[in-house]
């Protein structure tokens, strides 16, 4: 990917109800993005609808990604999917660590796991950070500090280079509070800054940033223009294709 060309993703959740519905969903945003070479678009089902989806992205160029993965490879893990399977229906990217997740107990370890298993079958790993609310002091910077500590000393700088962090403050999700532009730009900065002290400047500005939090196609240009991410995760907003193509077309250039 190249990294002057931003990402939009969207993150469909448990939506929608019917395979008939994903069907169209996907339908509408393949035909909208028919071979477009930018920005890149990516547009994550359910588990169960990824192979129906994957049939009407084959002639666009939309890709395809997950919500979540196995930290297992193979073996007695009932509910899970593999990193393997995913990429045998021809998924491309995968959400790891997704705030609703580490609600339901996802640790850090288990991120790293899972960002080994993605990359071990050449999918890139898009992990979630973000902290839970926010405080007159500050104090919020030190939880996204521990989360990319976490990944940086379970990664090896090659692998953590094909990681693409996505930055969605919790208090931003589902809930139309939209972190400000000023909020997104100080906090790439800050991300960037704690990147370059583990690793080095470099390594630091090679990892794609993406906001995630109540994008909506009327936040999405002042977001993407003054914001300094390199994409969007978004929720809410994709489930409906004319909405989620306005933020697609918001950052196009
Ligand atoms: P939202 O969700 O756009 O509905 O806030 C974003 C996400 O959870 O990835």
């Not at 995760?233 to 909405?243: E, I, N, Y």
Request: proline fraction near 4%.
């Amino acid at each position: 990917m190249k990294q002057s060309i931003p990402l939009i993703v969207g993150n469909w959740k448990l939506h929608p109800k019917s395979q008939a519905e994903a069907t169209a969903l996907a339908q509408a945003v393949a035909t909208k993005h028919k071979k477009n070479p930018q920005p890149y678009v990516a547009i994550a089902p359910t588990f169960v609808h990824l192979s129906t989806v994957a049939q009407k992205l084959k002639t666009s160029s939309v890709a395809l990604a997950a919500q979540d993965v196995s930290l297992e490879a193979l073996g007695p893990f009932t509910g899970d999917v593999s990193a393997a399977q995913l990429a045998d229906v021809g998924v491309s990217f995968v959400i790891i660590g997704h705030s609703e997740r580490r609600a339901q107990g996802e640790t850090d370890s288990a991120v790293v796991k899972k960002v080994q298993q993605v990359l071990k079958r050449r999918m890139i790993p898009i992990v979630c950070i973000g902290e839970k609310e926010r405080d007159e002091q500050g104090q919020f910077f030190s939880v996204i500090e521990a989360q990319l500590r976490a990944l940086v000393e379970g990664l090896t700088i090659a692998q953590l280079k094909k990681v693409v962090i996505a930055y969605e403050p919790i208090w931003a999700i589902g809930t139309g509070n939209t972190a400000t532009v000023d909020d997104v730009k100080e906090m790439q900065l800050y991300i960037e800054t704690v990147l370059t002290k583990l690793t080095d400047r470099k390594v630091a500005r090679s990892i794609r940033l993406l906001y995630g939090g109540s994008v909506k196609p009327h936040n999405a240009a002042a977001l993407h223009a003054d914001g300094g991410m390199r994409g969007f995760l978004v929720g809410g907003a994709s489930l409906k294709a004319s909405d989620f193509m306005a933020i697609v077309s918001a950052v196009s250039e």
